[in-house]
């Protein structure tokens, strides 16, 4: 599965920013990363293909995720973003284990960075 992320860019604090992932094909278990310079990449959030999502608790309330399983694609809606929201978010398919761990996932795209300025 060959993943492919875009919609990162520069905002400033408070605005939005929709970042979409698109799949070779379907999966049923898609989610996002992201990483800050100097810190490891942490969970963001994850869908399975019948709507089931959860939330890292930093973005709870700020971030949807969804689904268009027609297009195989994923999308990470942000909203109310904080300059600690800048890094490089990347998406992730094809969970086997717990879905907060990096190593569950098999497919990763390229990443997209998002920059959060004040």
């Known amino acids: 599965v060959q993943l492919q992320a875009f919609g990162g860019g520069l905002v400033q604090i408070g605005g939005s920013l929709r970042l979409s992932c698109a799949a070779s094909r379907r999966t049923e278990t898609m989610g996002w990363f992201r990483q800050a310079p100097g810190k490891e990449r942490e969970f963001v959030a994850v869908?399975?293909?019948?709507?089931?999502?959860y939330y890292a608790d930093s973005v709870k309330g700020r971030f949807t995720i969804s689904r268009d399983n027609a297009k195989n694609a994923v999308y990470l809606q942000m909203n109310s973003l904080k300059t600690e929201d800048t890094a490089v978010y990347y998406c992730?398919?094809?969970?086997?284990?717990?879905?907060?761990?990096?190593?569950?996932?098999?497919?990763w795209g390229q990443g997209t960075l998002v920059t959060v300025s004040s």
């Open positions: 869908n399975w293909s019948s709507g089931i999502a």
């Open positions: 992730a398919a094809r969970l086997s284990g717990n879905f907060k761990c990096t190593a569950s996932y098999r497919y």
